[in-house]
């Protein structure tokens, strides 16, 4: 009997002594949120790793939960109370709207053997996205309308509308789309910086085409109150004599 109740506070002792003594993975902060992210952009975040138990801590994996996500841990083992930094790097490209991911550590903590790290966001098509700051971008046109007047069947006719980013942050044109395959639109650039100017060269093929035509060419952009704005091109379209 004597030897029994020996065994067992000894059991006991060996169990408390293992418990106290074992390493402990400790995070303080295991989520973290990126915002708004613009499709295509690279976003970091790392993670404070500490060992709060009484034992060495030694991580054997840390893993993503897509191949979108890149994770690098500066150390692998942690004596009692070190500290590292895991860094999480997001590739959000080809990816639209609200993301969770995952990162898993594994270690040798007793208690919590596969710690789980998340990390949200929402990714916005970049035409769209507002600057960091609250400063938006604006976008001017110095002409909405455009008359050719009266032309021949089968003439070229061009004219060129500027226009200024008159906001407080970049201004993105991601797309020009004209209403006929008789119509081509030309950028001197796509990305004005604030106060910058520029212009957009406009041809429409009147060949094969006779009377009052009306055509549009549509700028899409990242100005928040008018991302679409829209040029109207009027001609009146002669048969050409004979």
Known sequence: MKKLVTFIVFTFVAVSFSQTAASKLFVKAD??????????????????????????LIIS??????????????????????KTLVKVEFNSENRLG???????????????????LTFTGVVVDKSTIVSKD????????????????????GKVVETKISFKNEGKAPLIISDVKTSCGCTAA???????????????????DTAKREGKL????????????????TITLFVNIEKRKS
């Not at 609200?98 to 789980?116: G, R």
């Open 31 to 56: 989520n973290h949120d990126f915002g708004t992210i613009a499709e295509g952009e690279i976003v970091t975040h790392s993670y404070e790793i500490q060992n709060t138990g009484k034992a060495e």
């Open 61 to 82: 994996q840390v893993r993503a939960s897509c191949g979108c996500t890149a994770v690098a841990p500066e150390k692998m083992n942690l004596k009692p109370g070190e």
């Open 98 to 116: 609200p993301q969770e991911k995952f990162v898993y550590i594994s270690s040798n903590d007793p208690v919590n053997p596969q710690y789980k």
């Open 134 to 153: 609250g400063k938006t971008p604006k976008l001017k046109l110095n002409l909405v309308q455009h008359d050719f007047g009266t032309v021949t069947e």
């Open 186 to 204: 030309l950028l001197s650039s796509k990305l004005l910086q604030p106060g910058e100017s520029g212009n957009i060269k406009i041809e429409l």
């Open 214 to 229: 009306t055509r549009t060419v549509t700028l899409y952009t990242n100005d928040p109150l008018q991302p679409n704005q």
